[in-house]
């Protein structure tokens, strides 16, 4: 697919922006408040990295139209969206855990077209392109190639206010954990995503996402060669809750075992 070079520019003077803010504050002293639900937090260097992001592609695209997390919309008639978390993965970084990233994905005409997920504690850049397939650090990457959950490395993470609902969170965890099927929790889904793109993990998912947490970690793990859906294996949308992202080879039978069909 033909892609504007500019754009691309513009996505990785932003994203190294918001990472050189996240590099600045780690491990220092910074504001924390709190936003809806117990431990939902922000931090100064949230809205720091936000600003440097909106700020870069302002600049190049004022016509553009901007979701994201800290600010909300900045509603512009065009086709063009960006789509900014300035730092996925907030309660580790206020932690001091290095699992943390800024994740900027860029939508046209509602199909992503670029993914930019980049993580400067651990020098993890991750890229993908409509078409032209997920890197990290310049290397193509691609999905694992397990063929069953029994011996699936899972990852997932829970919603700050628990959901209280048929098959979730703790429920579908608990039929995996019961089974003896790893279940990782890093805290960043954007990451998480991303290490299901590089063939670390084999299968993620997630009932409470926003559109931020998962816009350009979603084409990621589509260009390493994996299939992204929501709970029904309906085709994803990042303007809705659920997630299940995996290798492709253990997505149906993930399905059957979220939605309480088959007992692993
Ligand atoms: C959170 C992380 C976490 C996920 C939460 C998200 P934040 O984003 O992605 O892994 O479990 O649902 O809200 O608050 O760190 O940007
Ligand atoms: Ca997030
Ligand atoms: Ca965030």
């Not at 600049?59 to 065009?78: C, K, V």
């Not at 805290?187 to 947490?213: M, N, P, T």
Request: overall charge negative; proline content about 4%; some cysteine.
């Amino acid at each position: 697919m033909y892609l504007c070079p500019m754009l691309k520019s513009t996505l990785l003077k932003a994203t190294e922006a918001g990472a050189n803010e996240i590099k600045r504050f780690f491990n220092s002293e910074f504001k924390i408040s709190n936003k809806e639900g117990k431990n939902n937090l922000v931090t100064e260097a949230d809205h720091a990295a936000e600003k440097a992001i909106i700020d870069i592609i302002r600049l190049d695209y004022p016509g553009h139209f901007i979701l994201s997390e800290e600010t909300g919309e900045i509603i512009m008639d065009s086709e063009y969206k960006w789509i900014i978390d300035p730092i996925d993965g907030t309660v580790n970084f206020a932690n001091g855990i290095p699992i943390c990233c800024v994740s900027i994905g860029l939508e046209k005409a509602g199909a992503m077209l670029l993914g930019a997920v980049y993580n400067p504690l651990m020098n993890e850049y991750f890229l993908a392109e409509k078409g032209g397939g997920a890197t990290l650090n310049d290397k193509k990457i691609k999905v694992s190639n397990k063929t069953d959950v029994t011996h699936a490395c899972l990852v997932t993470g829970f919603p700050y206010t628990y959901l209280d609902m048929p098959n979730g969170p703790l429920q579908v965890f608990e039929r995996f954990i019961r089974n003896g099927v790893p279940v990782r929790r890093l805290g960043s889904a954007a990451i998480d995503l991303c290490w299901v793109a590089a063939g670390r993990f084999d299968g993620f998912y997630e009932h409470k996402l926003q559109a931020w947490d998962s816009a350009a970690g979603y084409l990621m793990v589509e260009e390493a060669g994996g299939r992204v859906s929501d709970f029904k294996g309906h085709e994803y949308s990042p303007y809705q809750p659920h997630i299940l992202a995996t290798n492709g080879k253990i997505h149906d039978e993930m399905l059957e075992i979220i939605n309480n069909r088959k007992a692993l």
